[in-house]
């Protein structure tokens, strides 16, 4: 399994970003896709997560409204757009999926938030 994120950077504060995640050695389209994110001297926190078929999304209370989750299951990606970005966003962001009971994690993508 192998996980790819790409789509970091520093933007300022109130900007937008969106994070991608190419995802192989699964079957995509039936595992729950989620993104986390750690800031530094905190604990890595679900960030938002999706169903296979997209019916059902999940968002942290402190990104509803301006983050969305999205996958294209033809191309095994699954997409994180921020809006109205926040410097208390600022993070290292992850992709994670759980596989035979494996839970298998990208190297991460640093966002920073200026303000």
């Known amino acids: 399994v192998q996980l790819v994120e790409s789509g970091g950077g520093l933007v300022q504060a109130g900007g937008s970003l969106r994070l991608s995640c190419a995802a192989s050695g699964i079957i995509f389209r039936l595992n729950v896709m989620g993104w986390y994110r750690q800031a530094p001297g905190k604990q890595r926190e679900l960030v938002a997560s999706i169903t296979g078929d997209s019916r059902s999304t999940y968002y942290a209370d402190s990104v509803k409204g301006r983050f969305t989750i999205s996958r294209d299951n033809a191309k095994n990606t699954v997409y994180l757009q921020m809006n109205s970005l926040k410097p208390e966003d600022t993070s290292v962001y992850y992709c994670?999926?759980?596989?035979?009971?494996?839970?298998?994690w990208g190297q991460g993508t640093q966002v920073t938030v200026s303000s």
């Open positions: 994670n999926t759980v596989q035979t009971g494996s839970r298998y």
